[in-house]
Nanobody
Framework: QVQLVESGGGLVQPGGSLRLSCAAS????????MGWHRQAPGKEREWVAS???????NVADSVKDRFTMSRDNAKNTVTLQMNSLKPEDTAVYYC???????????WGQGTLVTVSS
């Protein structure tokens, strides 16, 4: 069973930046894809960004041009660089890894991001 550990959340002012990391307990090449979802208070969980095993990335329209996803193969880590943060980005951010047949997601424990002045 893979373990995912997120880090990097915290309190930041509007317009600021944060970098979230997700460390996997095994090679990230063993996954079909990895990504991030977020869940704001009182709202449903929404997809934010993903990266495939081939390295292709996608981000949601709501964070396009502000958030960037990347990976460090040697460290089995994916990161989410978040710039120009807005109060509406406040949420718990969850890392996931997609693997298996049929594919299923394994989730991290989540990390809280609060954007407030």
């Amino acid at each position: 069973q893979v373990q995912l550990v997120e880090s990097g959340g915290g309190l930041v002012q509007p317009g600021g930046s944060l970098r979230l990391s997700c460390a996997a307990s095994r090679s990230i090449f063993s996954f079909n894809a990895m990504g991030w979802h977020r869940q704001a208070p009182g709202k449903e969980r929404e997809w934010v960004a993903s990266i495939t095993s081939g390295g292709s990335t996608n981000v949601a329209d709501s964070v396009k041009d502000r958030f960037t996803m990347s990976r460090d193969n040697a460290k089995n880590t994916v990161t989410l660089q978040m710039n120009s943060l807005k109060p509406e980005d406040t949420a718990v951010y969850y890392c996931y890894a997609l693997s298996g047949i049929p594919p299923r997601k394994t989730w991290g424990q989540g990390t809280l991001v609060t954007v407030s002045s």
